[in-house]
């Protein structure tokens, strides 16, 4: 997706940057290590008129133990949204809660979180990561939602081939979706390679998705194109902004937030947080080698980055 040999060479060597100095350019795009510090963030952007998700950081979990520790973690936060009155939701990563091991352990820890979710009137938004746990994820959310477990939601990559048929074949159980890019790197058979082809691919997304008003849709970019073409559509059908909204990552580009919100958009803000912000930062800037060259960029043009939010440790 447009990747330069700037982007590539820079995402090569994110394992080789020392730790200090990638806790304090972390801590712009991580809200903190503490449930604390993620509800302080969270209340600061409620504030300022966004919604949030909030995502405690770890993935790739392979035990069973740890992953319903995990589901704990998660039910707890839950609580905490409601009694601090936190306009936002969860998002959680199968893989971290049961998928590493198998796809029945997914679905038992997800149950918990919808049935705790719905007690405290939330949401539970499953992300989708790559490729290999894209039919196991789908069809765990779906076998929820056919037991009628409607605070629950999916999310769905642009940049996937298959992703078309995929809500195509979700009929009205897809009512409620996060569209993204998509920030794994996927082989090409499997996924649109060209940052035109995911762009022109999501945008065809969009024109079949919003139209539908039916379903609500979390446009979830930071990318000017997409966004401006989201907007044209978005005032081409006339939606009012409780049909949509759109997404955007704590810290990456907060002129783009300040803008869609001040032009009438509903905004969320995702905010990860955990002990697990190292590996985080590190697997992702070395997924995506697009993004691992804007943060640098970033700190470039901001070295008082550099200087960190010491209150987050």
Request: charged share 25%.
């Amino acid at each position: 997706m447009a990747i330069g040999f700037f982007d590539k060479t820079i995402a090569g060597s994110i394992g080789l940057i020392p730790k200090p100095i990638l806790r304090r350019v972390a801590s712009r795009y991580v809200a903190g290590e503490t449930l604390e510090h993620a509800l302080a963030e969270a209340k600061r952007l409620n504030d300022e008129g966004y919604l949030v998700t909030m995502d405690l950081l770890g993935e790739a979990i392979t035990t069973v133990e740890e992953a319903q520790e995990i589901t704990g973690t998660y039910t707890r936060i839950l609580d905490a949204i409601q009694q601090h009155g936190i306009r936002g939701n969860i998002s959680v990563k199968p893989t971290a809660i049961g998928l590493a091991s198998d796809a029945a352990e997914l679905e038992r820890n997800a149950l918990v979180l919808v049935e705790h979710a719905a007690r405290t009137g939330n949401f539970v938004r499953i992300d989708m990561e790559d490729s290999p746990t894209t039919d196991d994820t789908i069809a765990v959310v779906r076998r929820l939602r056919l037991a009628g477990h409607d605070n629950l939601g999916w999310v769905f990559q642009a940049s996937l081939r298959r992703t078309p048929e995929d809500l195509e074949a979700l009929g009205p159980l897809g009512p409620n979706l996060r569209l993204c890019k998509g920030v794994y790197l996927e082989p090409e058979e499997l996924a649109w390679q060209s940052y035109e082809e995911v762009n022109t691919a999501y945008a065809r997304l969009l024109e079949e998705l919003l139209p539908r008003r039916d379903h609500y849709v979390g446009i979830a970019t930071h990318d000017d194109p997409v966004v401006a073409h989201a907007e044209a559509l978005i005032a081409r059908l006339g939606l009012s902004p409780d049909q949509y909204e759109f997404q955007v990552l704590l810290g990456v580009r907060p002129e783009l937030r300040q803008r869609l919100r001040d032009a009438g958009h509903r905004v969320r803000v995702y905010v990860p947080y955990g002990r697990a912000w190292h590996a985080y930062c590190v697997r992702r800037l070395e997924e995506n080698p697009k993004f691992a060259g804007f943060v640098t960029r970033d700190v470039l043009r901001n070295p008082a980055m550099l200087l960190g939010d010491q209150s987050k440790r």
